[in-house]
């Protein structure tokens, strides 16, 4: 499957040019970010609840305390709806009401589901790579109560949709000759310098 089939609940109908049902692109945009948020409702109140996560082939993955409401909510299997966005750019024009943003964003609806033991470490293992590819090899990974004690769920990512918009503003005709600045600001995430935590802090 290279393009997911759009549903009621993923087509767009707001400025439906941008949207994107290709699959290679609702996964990068997944890959490229380091927390969602899911919503859910849950004895008649929403929630919306950001968290890690990773994805697994073609599902997303989340993890957390066996404790954690998140996690027992949607172990049961409720209907959740999982946000990313992206914000690349402010999109200032020559006129209030034509600024906007640019981003690339990825709504995957579904219902989550537990993984076994197995399934478990194998999925944790791809969230170190996913932090830093390597680095599993170079801490201690988790001993049998920490496994007990976590909960790893898995969303497959089958009704998902991307909503896109790159470029530059859109103004009216008429307000091209207004003497203002318009443009893109772009916006970006990086690492910064890393900061070395120290045993012997620590242990003092």
Known sequence: MSHFTPTDLTRV????????????????????AWICHIAFSLDGQSHCIPTAHWRVGEAI??????????????????PAC???????????????FNHSMNYRSAMVYGRFAP???????????????KL?????????????NELAATTVLALPIIEAVAKIRQGPPEDDEADLSLPVWAGVWPLETRFGEPITHHASAALA
């Not at 993955?61 to 409720?78: D, Q, V």
């Not at 914000?87 to 200032?92: A, E, N, S, T």
């Open 13 to 32: 109908r707001r400025v439906a040019q941008r949207a994107n049902y290709d699959q290679a692109t609702v996964h990068a945009i997944v890959d490229h």
């Open 61 to 78: 993955h989340i993890h957390g305390s066996n404790g954690s409401r998140l996690l027992r909510a949607l172990a049961t299997g409720i």
């Open 82 to 96: 999982v946000c990313i966005t992206h914000l690349d750019g402010l999109v200032l024009a020559r006129s209030a």
């Open 115 to 129: 993984l076994t033991a197995a399934e478990r470490s194998a999925s944790l293992d791809a969230f170190m790579d």
């Open 132 to 144: 830093e590819p390597g680095r599993r090899a170079q801490v201690r990974m988790p001993d049998a």
